[in-house]
Nanobody, 115 residues
Framework: QVHLVESGGGLVQAGGSLRLSCVAS????????MAWYRQAPGKQRELVAT???????NYADSVKGRFAISGDNAKNTLYLQMNSLETGDTAVYYC?????????WGRGTQVTVSS
């Protein structure tokens, strides 16, 4: 069983920064890939950023240049550094891990960006 626990969300003004953390129950690079998704009210869940076990990263166009995904294997933790936050970034952010064809999810952490 894989457990993912997110933290670091909160209320921030537009232009500010937050760093989200996702602690996994195991070596994060043992997963084929890990990712951050987000879901805003009334919208579908969307992919924000991914990182493969080899360290390759990809980002949604809407966050490129502002967000950075990274991992600390010693701490079994995945991060999402979010800078220059916009009101459109307001959403619940979920950590995701893919292993052996199964997707695992955390419960999410709320990020609210005020104008």
């Amino acid at each position: 069983q894989v457990h993912l626990v997110e933290s670091g969300g909160g209320l921030v003004q537009a232009g500010g920064s937050l760093r989200l953390s996702c602690v996994a129950s195991g070596n994060i690079f043992s997963f084929y890939a890990m990712a951050w998704y987000r879901q805003a009210p009334g919208k579908q869940r969307e992919l924000v950023a991914t990182m493969t076990s080899r360290g390759t990263t990809n980002y949604a166009d809407s966050v490129k240049g502002r967000f950075a995904i990274s991992g600390d294997n010693a701490k079994n933790t995945l991060y999402l550094q979010m800078n220059s936050l916009e009101t459109g970034d307001t959403a619940v952010y979920y950590c995701n891990a893919l292993r052996n064809g199964f997707n695992y999810w955390g419960r999410g952490t709320q990020v609210t960006v005020s104008s």
